[in-house]
């Protein structure tokens, strides 16, 4: 099962983001807003995408407060890490902002807060998990479920979280969604 990393000073927001993970991208979830963390797990390669919040307000490293920006700008000048993805996650939400953030940081992407569309948000950011292998219950092709007319794995088709009939895909065995 793909992991995110959820980097965030609020608690609320944080287990908000865990769930709407779990339950509707069917991921595994850490969470931490501890510098040091942050960086071992992406190291270690704990994690297989980012989800950090751009003002950490307690984040320190080095005797220094640090934001989401530079904990990002560290993760990206760090051959080791460089190539986990990391969405920028705020609600700094003017106009400009955005492309003021990606670019400073060298994050990957950016969602605003709050998040109102919980499938969007899902799907923005497994649309940067790394498919190198694809493992345990997730639909292969565009949508088409294999085997008996049920999605490969648990039976459920992912991609908008549904399929057609009754939560399996039934029929012509195709799942809703882009299968993901």
Do not use: W
Request: charged residues 35%; without cysteine; glycine residues 12%.
């Amino acid at each position: 099962m793909k992991t995110v990393l959820i980097v965030e000073d609020d608690p609320i927001n944080a287990r908000v983001f865990s769930k709407i993970l779990t339950r509707r991208g069917n991921l595994e979830v850490k969470h931490t807003e501890d510098v040091e963390e942050v960086l071992q797990i992406a190291q270690s390669h704990e994690a297989d995408v980012i989800l950090m919040d751009v003002s950490l307000s307690r984040s320190v490293y080095d005797g220094k407060p640090v934001d989401g920006i530079k904990i990002t700008q560290m993760l990206k000048q760090d051959p080791n890490t460089a190539e986990i993805p990391i969405i920028l996650v705020t609600a700094h939400a003017m106009q400009g902002d955005r492309e003021s953030f990606l670019k400073q940081s060298g994050a990957d992407s950016y969602i605003s807060k709050p998040v109102v569309d919980h499938q969007e948000f899902v799907n923005t950011i497994k649309a940067l998990i790394p498919a190198d292998d694809e493992t345990e219950g997730e639909a292969k092709g565009e949508g088409e479920a294999k085997g008996e007319g049920e999605a490969k794995g648990e039976g459920e088709a992912k991609g908008e979280g549904e399929a057609k009939g009754e939560g399996e895909a039934k029929g012509e065995g195709e799942a809703k969604g882009e299968g993901e």
